[in-house]
């Protein structure tokens, strides 16, 4: 199983915070950093010393680290054109040597845009901007060097661009896509993504999810496409010790009033996560997000990374 380390910055973390983070998980062996994509906190609490763009951090996260994966889970589809987008994630891409993944989904925290300036759709147009997206996005990176690339659509048109810069990885970085959404969203990621992502959800809720695009995925025809499965991965938050009272001091901030919709934290020993990801794994998982709360909580992710990576296969 693949174990990436997933954070919020838009809790409270400077980009010094996320580079140290960073910099830890990749020589502890974790998989990938992955990051939302958050212009606001979602408590009252204004999450000092206040936003760090996603992208902006990555493509200077691609120049500090060497070898571990860099992404979002997820960017906004409201915040940012396609074809810029193309262009940015490309960049980084090359910039990481081909170290990058892009999360991206319809966009769900009002307040945000609000503060912002940001548009904010009803969900109906917010899922079919989405889906225009990735068409954008995945056509513009697997046009041929020389040939440009065209799109009309009903939100967005594209007139001879490029297609440049090229990604590092081609024919494009892995698009994952994912949420708790049991229509829309899995025929989405059987359409376009690499990688469906479930949520925080509990194991038999993760279980459900995998089977609903596992049906998209029959319907749309994915196996004859020539395309690669899907791989399924699941978020999981995570507040562990060595002893319970560490344990239940890392967990306090789930308590804190949020905006997100109810999770199923694994609370407790390293022993706990290990049992959880192996639950995980029968189901079909074999990639996982793990959500530390804390960026500055160091001590919290090495000992992830020495009592749990090792008992992982395939994490190292």
Known sequence: MRVAVFTEPHRGASYDDQLRFARLAEAGGFDGFFRADHYQSMGDTPGLPGPTDAWLTLAALAR?????????????????????????????????????????????????HTSYGIPFPPAAERFDRLAEQLEVLTGLWRT?????????????????????????????????????????????????????????????????????????????????????PLVLSAGVVVAIGRTDAEARRRAAPLHVPSALPPEDPVVGSPARLVD????????????????????????HLELVAAEVLPQLDGTR
């Open 276 to 299: 959880r990801l192996g639950e995980l794994a029968a189901a079909g998982t074999t990639r996982v997000h793990l959500r530390l709360i804390d960026l500055a909580d160091l001590d």
């Open 144 to 228: 041929p060097v020389g040939a440009t690339y065209h799109h009309t659509g009903q939100y967005y048109r594209l007139v001879d661009a490029p297609a440049l810069p090229r990604p590092a990885q081609q024919p494009g970085p892995p698009v994952i896509v994912g949420g708790r959404g049991p229509k829309r969203t899995p025929e989405l990621a059987a359409r376009y993504a690499d990688e469906f992502n479930v949520p925080f959800m509990s194991v038999s809720g993760t279980a459900a999810a995998y089977a609903r695009v596992r049906e998209a995925c029959d319907r749309v025809g994915r196996a004859g496409s020539g395309r690669a």
């Open 64 to 112: 500090e680290t060497s070898r571990i994966r860099l992404g979002t889970l997820v960017s906004s589809a409201t915040f940012r054109l396609p074809g810029p987008l193309a262009v940015m994630v490309a960049q980084v891409d090359q910039m990481s040597g081909g170290r990058v993944e892009l999360g991206i989904g319809a966009g769900w925290y009002e307040r945000e």
